[in-house]
Each structure stands twice: as structure tokens, then as C-alpha cells.
């Protein structure tokens, strides 16, 4: 197995490739070490290794953050020993049964027109873009003019990652979405 890493904007977060699918089309999984119940073979063999904080999942893609006390040096081996050794060991990336992925922010029936429409922007023009990065931006509610949005990966503690809420995402929803009239980040569960 072959095992791809890119840096991210974040430098306490490097992005892993393992040329398989980690999550598919089943949406995203952000674990970090303080969850109780981490629902993830892969994150709790990952969390293994000292000096992780947290673990996302994205479709194919690995995102690890580390504290500021451990370099990537040092991490990195421990890392892509631990994503093969759960690849080799045929175990799925969550448990059965978990409900731990959150999907896309995927209008549902009970949205009115501009979340749906918010949504649907967050979708298409934002989370491609963020994925990228070894992230994701997740909507969490409209209320009084105000986007809530959750940060995942290597976006959640991103030192530019204000800079994209503010001058990159709310400048393009308040210009499709006069509505909007600002953006504002909320802390993951």
C-alpha cells in the first residue's frame, strides 16, 4: 500500500492518501482524543499514537492533528503504520451501526428556500474547495441573517481559517444570498 501525504494551510494537520476509499460517498467523521466513544477502528488505532488530537475522514483522505509538542517527523512513520495495519486487517473504518458520518449539507424537506439555497452553495462551491485542504465546512444553521458554519479538519484551528469564513465563503453567500449578511464559525461537537 502506498500511502500519499500533502501538507494543509493548518500546520498542526497533515492530509493521507492511502489510494483507497476512507469514507466513500458515506460522508465525513471527525473524532478528536477527548471523545468518549470514538466510533472508528481506523481513528482509535490512529489515537494509538502519542501526540494526535484529532482524526477526520473524508471520502479519500486521512486528515491527522497533532499537539504542538510532536513533529510530523517523528508522527508520520507511527501514522502510516497505523493506516496500513487497519487497511491489512480488513476491519471497516466505523462500526457497524454508528452513526458517526455526517453527510453533505444536503437541503432536506423541512429547509426553507435560502437554506436550501445556502446549502446548496456550500455544496457545490465550498466543500470541494476545502476537501482539498484536508477539511470540510459543515452548515449548522441561518438564523437572523447569520450562517453558523461547523469546521472539520485540517479547517477546524486553521490559523487562515477565519480569513476563508470572512473574505472567501461570506463574501460568495452574501452575493448570492443577499440575505446573508455575515458568517460566523461554530466549535465542533
Known amino acids: 500500500m502506498f500511502i500519499q501525504t500533502e501538507p494543509t494551510p493548518n500546520p498542526a494537520t497533515l492530509k493521507f ?8 460517498r458515506q460522508g465525513t467523521a471527525n473524532f478528536t482524543v477527548t471523545d468518549a466513544d470514538v ?8 489515537f494509538e499514537v502519542e501526540g494526535i488530537t484529532g482524526v477526520f475522514l473524508g471520502g479519500d483522505f486521512i486528515t491527522i492533528t497533532k499537539d504542538d509538542a510532536k513533529d510530523w517527523q517523528t508522527l508520520k512513520p507511527q501514522i502510516l503504520g497505523g493506516i496500513m495495519e487497519h487497511y491489512t486487517s480488513g ?11 455526517t453527510g453533505a449539507s444536503t437541503a432536506s424537506d423541512g429547509d426553507d428556500e435560502l437554506v ?31 450562517v453558523f458554519l461547523e469546521m472539520h479538519g485540517a479547517c477546524a484551528g486553521c490559523p487562515s ?6 473574505m472567501g465563503i461570506e463574501n460568495m453567500l452574501r ?11 461554530v466549535m465542533a461537537d
Open 17 to 24: 492518501l492511502p489510494g483507497e476509499d476512507v469514507m466513500g
Open 175 to 185: 452575493y448570492y444570498v443577499p440575505e446573508v449578511q455575515a458568517v460566523e464559525p
Open 116 to 146: 436550501s439555497q445556502i446549502k446548496e452553495l456550500l455544496d457545490t462551491r465550498v466543500r470541494p474547495a476545502v476537501a482539498q485542504d484536508g477539511g470540510d465546512i459543515v452548515f449548522h444553521k441561518f438564523e437572523d441573517g447569520v
Open 91 to 101: 476491519q471497516p473504518v466505523l462500526d457497524q451501526n454508528s452513526g458517526a458520518a
Open 39 to 46: 466510533k472508528s477502528p481506523l481513528a482509535r488505532k490512529l
Open 161 to 166: 481559517s477565519t480569513a476563508t469564513l470572512k
